[in-house]
């Protein structure tokens, strides 16, 4: 039986505490009750049934009962994209978690069209995975990063993932069907660039650090139809080698 689901950043025996917009959700938008089974999980690849014991002012606790514990993928998934517009970028957050990637970094590049202003801006999108992976049953959010330029990027990557294949995208004659590359069980980064395509420089830059040039398709694509594209492709493959 699937329960309503909720995140809730530490889940341990024998009580948890849900606060905010989780508790929120559950009390004034679900209507559920002392009694009521819901599903918890963290994020971190635990989840958990539990019950509802008491719903007081904007804090509910609950009974944890049954705990589960899921082993993150040997493979990481990372995601290094063009900010892209408003809720076009919203979109791209949330499709990428339903399909299982494990980070994603939002760049400037040269040709970036608007670097967002919120200084909350990766709460939102936090916010934004966290739902994504409610409404699909992922126990894994993705780490989302603030916004910096390609330069830190890559430095932060090839820290962070150092035996990692690097891919960016590519029209050019040079690149190959991403379908026709190897995958070998690396970490895989997959740069995505703005509309307007990456610079010479910026190219250069990646060729330098072991970027592969690759093409989706034929056509010019937007930021996040690229970016789903990768992630449907890198998961794909992932996900067919653990079988």
């Known amino acids: 039986m699937n329960f309503h689901r909720f995140y809730c950043e530490v889940i ?13 959700h559950l009390a004034q938008v679900l209507r559920l009750k002392a009694g009521d089974k819901v599903e918890l999980f963290d994020g971190r690849g635990t ?61 400037l590049f040269e040709r970036t069209v608007k670097q967002p202003k919120n200084p909350k801006i990766v709460e939102r999108w936090s916010n934004i995975a966290i739902a994504a992976a409610k409404q699909c049953r ?25 035996q990692a294949q690097l891919l960016f995208g590519s ?10 590359c190897s995958f070998t069980g690396k970490d ?8 307007g395509g990456l610079t010479d420089e910026e190219e250069n830059l990646l060729r330098q650090n072991g970027a592969k040039e690759v093409r989706l398709a034929d056509t010019v694509l937007r930021v996040e139809t690229a970016a789903v594209a990768f992630a449907s492709v890198l998961t794909m493959q992932r996900d067919a080698q653990s079988l």
């Not at 341990?12 to 929120?24: I, K, Q």
């Not at 007081?56 to 609950?62: C, D, Q, R």
């Not at 126990?139 to 150092?162: N, S, W």
């Open 47 to 107: 989840a958990a049934v539990a019950t509802i014991k008491n719903l007081s002012g904007k804090k509910v606790t609950l009974q944890v009962e049954d705990v589960k514990v899921f082993e993150k993928p040997a493979q990481q998934i990372i995601l290094a994209v063009s900010v892209a517009k408003g809720e076009r970028f919203d979109w791209l957050i949330e499709k990428c978690t339903e399909l299982g990637v494990n980070r994603i970094i939002p760049v």
């Open 138 to 162: 992922r126990v894994f959010l993705p780490q989302i990063y603030k916004v910096v330029t390609l330069t830190e990027a890559i430095e932060i990557l090839k820290k962070d993932y150092p």
């Open 188 to 195: 895989m980064i997959a740069f995505v660039g703005p509309e």
């Open 12 to 24: 341990n025996r024998p009580v948890a505490e849900l606060s905010g917009a989780e508790a929120r």
């Open 171 to 180: 029209l050019s004659e040079n690149s190959k069907p991403v379908l026709q």
